[in-house]
């Protein structure tokens, strides 16, 4: 059985897992989701620093009205799924979910230029090529082979295409060893793979980073101000410094970006 087969029928599971009406978390699992969620999150909130990402990814988008645009892996929509649609030449949106994506479909029905397909990004089911841009949110950390999937993705790109991407790190020690302990009893496990190092550096090979940014490195420590005596104005203020610093160095830094939590980069086809 050659890998790609084994990582398309892997892929037919976790279709199952998703289009569950309610996907079923076991406890351990329910546990890094509100850790990843609720605290993570707040610390993001509190600081003032929530939708930095976001708003660095629609800089990068550019002017869409000449390209055509594949939105990866994006469930039922992401943040800039409907921003996507309205302003693109072209906007396919990929999912291996049926359900989730007959939900987005129905929500960008009215942009012509628009259309949403239930699919294995993988697999010869889907034929779509040259696009200029890949927005993938959350997505490219659930290859497990990454050699399989950087020669996709760059058979899909269209000469000098970009692609955005947003994903969670596995190179800080704490949260190494938090995931490590947590990995066997995850519920999705099978279709979860942090970056690690080499993962990096695979990108890097294979792509221009034309700029990258760490997320949650240095302020990740915010939660613990939280146990000390100061005022809520002065967390604040230390947060966002920590947050700054991971944000601002972690563009040429490894040993900064290695201590965050996720990476968003800006990919270039060679």
């Given at each position: ?197 080499k993962t990096f550096y695979q990108f ?30 002065k967390k604040k203020r230390i947060g ?31």
């Amino acid at each position: 059985m050659n890998t790609h087969y084994k990582i398309i029928e892997s892929n037919k599971k976790q279709v199952e897992f998703y289009n569950q009406k309610s996907v079923t978390k076991n406890l351990p699992t329910r546990i890094w989701y509100y850790f990843r969620e609720q605290t993570l999150k707040k610390i993001r909130k509190d600081i003032g620093i929530l939708n930095e990402s976001y708003d660095i990814h629609k800089v990068w988008f550019g002017d869409l009205s000449g390209k055509k645009v594949l939105d990866l892996g994006c469930y039922e929509g992401n943040y800039w799924s409907l921003y996507l649609a309205e302003h693109s030449k072209e906007y396919i949106a990929l999912d291996l979910s049926d359900v989730a994506i007959k939900k987005l479909a129905a929500r960008i029905q009215l942009h012509p230029n628009a259309q949403a397909i239930a699919a294995d990004f993988l697999s010869e089911e889907f034929v779509e090529k040259d696009f200029d841009m890949i927005y993938a949110y959350g997505v490219l950390h659930h290859f497990q082979n990454t050699d399989v999937l950087i020669d996709k993705l760059n058979e899909k790109l269209a000469p000098d295409g970009v692609i955005i991407s947003y994903d969670p790190l596995e190179t800080s020690l704490p949260i190494k060893i938090m995931r490590m302990l947590y990995r066997p009893f995850q519920s999705d496990a099978a279709w979860e793979w942090p970056f690690k190092r080499k993962t990096f550096y695979q990108f890097q090979k294979s792509f221009t980073i034309v700029e990258r940014r760490g997320i949650l490195g240095k302020s990740k420590w915010v939660a613990l101000l939280n146990f000390m005596p100061l005022s809520e104005e002065k967390k604040k203020r230390i947060g966002q410094k920590w947050y700054m610093e991971d944000w601002e160095q972690s563009k040429k830094s490894d040993k900064v970006l290695f201590r965050c939590m996720h990476l968003t980069m800006l990919l270039k086809k060679k």
